[in-house]
């Protein structure tokens, strides 16, 4: 499995330390039932092509509602939520419907969490995207190298969708660089421990070609979103992130 191969390696060039190593190994085998039963599910062809035509009628239907109902949301709430469906399909247009349209009966301390938890999402998962096809798909690079340029990818994206924006409101680029590491380090770093975990999980030795590869990568996303959720309510609730703007205040 994979965990096994990552020790061989990181061991004999002292990478990292033994005994997270053998966690590592140590959490594989405690999900191994799970992978049993998962594996074959995102390796069908039909449940791949099922899940293709549920994320694009979903971005269809957030594409619709974005027209015709929800014009004022800026162009970034727009993009976030375009990302978040891409990713996680009917689940991603439910948090939007739920927490992303100025329709919404009250804003709420959990829906702010969802929107902020959206906004890291669609960066770091762009991030694994783009790192995953670079490393893997074009430079073939060993497994270890991946995950090191997914990570880091994940961060890069996950920082830049933050940056921007604070410089449009007149942010230097070094303050706004240093509130992006300051407010979404947490975030980013438990997003990514539970997609990239579950994707090694699922696929870590999964050709890029495979449907499993691109199905475990759809699912751990959604997992990352699940992990990353309490972090952004917690950090909100602490006043170190905001959260994106309430719909409302944009009729």
């Not at 039909?46 to 035509?53: G, H």
């Not at 015709?68 to 970034?76: A, E, F, K, R």
């Not at 421990?193 to 870590?204: H, M, P, Q, S, V």
């Amino acid at each position: 499995m994979f965990f096994q191969l990552l020790v061989a390696v990181l061991l004999q060039g002292s990478v990292l330390p033994q005994w997270l190593l053998e966690f590592g190994l140590r959490i594989e085998r405690a999900f191994e039932p799970v992978r049993v039963v998962l594996e074959p599910i995102l390796s069908d062809p039909v449940v791949a092509a099922i899940w293709a035509l549920l994320v694009i009628t979903s971005l269809g239907g957030l594409w619709w509602d974005l027209r015709t109902n929800n014009q004022p949301l800026p162009s970034m709430m727009k993009f976030v939520w375009t990302l978040t469906v891409l990713y996680s399909g009917p689940i991603g247009l439910a948090i939007y419907w739920y927490t992303g349209r100025t329709q919404i009966s009250r804003d709420s301390f959990w829906r702010r969490g969802s929107r902020s938890t959206s906004h890291c999402y669609s960066g770091c998962g762009a991030g694994e995207i783009v790192g995953i096809t670079l490393a893997q798909g074009i430079l073939a690079l060993n497994t270890v190298w991946v995950v090191l340029i997914t990570f880091g990818f994940a961060y890069l994206f996950g920082y830049g969708l933050n940056i921007g924006p604070l410089m449009q409101e007149g942010e230097s680029f070094r303050e706004a660089t240093k509130d992006a590491v300051f407010s979404e380090t947490p975030s980013i770093t438990v997003m990514e421990i539970a997609a990239i975990g579950t994707d090694l999980l699922l696929a870590g030795t999964a050709g890029i070609g495979s449907i499993l590869f691109w199905m475990a990568m759809a699912f751990s996303l959604s997992i990352g979103f699940i992990a990353a959720y309490p972090v952004n309510v917690g950090l909100i609730s602490l006043g170190v992130k905001e959260g994106m703007m309430n719909p409302q205040e944009m009729r």
